[in-house]
Nanobody, 118 residues
Framework: QVRLVESGGGLAQPGGSLRLSCTAS????????MGWYRQAPGKDRELVAE???????VYADSVKGRFTISKEDAANRVNLQMNDLRPEDTAVYYC????????????WGQGTQVTVSS
């Protein structure tokens, strides 16, 4: 099992910045990568950004050029720097760890609220 603990999030004004962090513990050998998903009210959960253990990254088109995912291997942590935030970025953000032997068994954090509003 893998435990994911998220921090960061909160309220930001349009154009502002926030930083999310997620620290993993447990059976880390079973993780093929980590990333962030989000779910806005009434919408499906969607990928925001993810990074493999080799450092390859994938971003949603809506956040390219504004969000940056990074990892700290020594701390088993993945970060999401969110700049130029927009109201449509408002959602619950979930840390995700990709299970190496089948994404249907991915690990999830508890979620952290990000609200972008003036």
């Amino acid at each position: 099992q893998v435990r994911l603990v998220e921090s960061g999030g909160g309220l930001a004004q349009p154009g502002g910045s926030l930083r999310l962090s997620c620290t993993a513990s447990g059976s880390l050998f079973s993780i093929a990568g980590m990333g962030w998903y989000r779910q806005a009210p009434g919408k499906d959960r969607e990928l925001v950004a993810e990074m493999t253990t080799e450092g390859d990254t994938v971003y949603a088109d809506s956040v390219k050029g504004r969000f940056t995912i990074s990892k700290e291997d020594a701390a088993n942590r993945v970060n999401l720097q969110m700049n130029d935030l927009r109201p449509e970025d408002t959602a619950v953000y979930y840390c995700n760890a990709a299970y190496r032997w089948g994404r249907e068994n991915d690990y999830w954090g508890q979620g952290t609220q990000v609200t972008v509003s003036s």
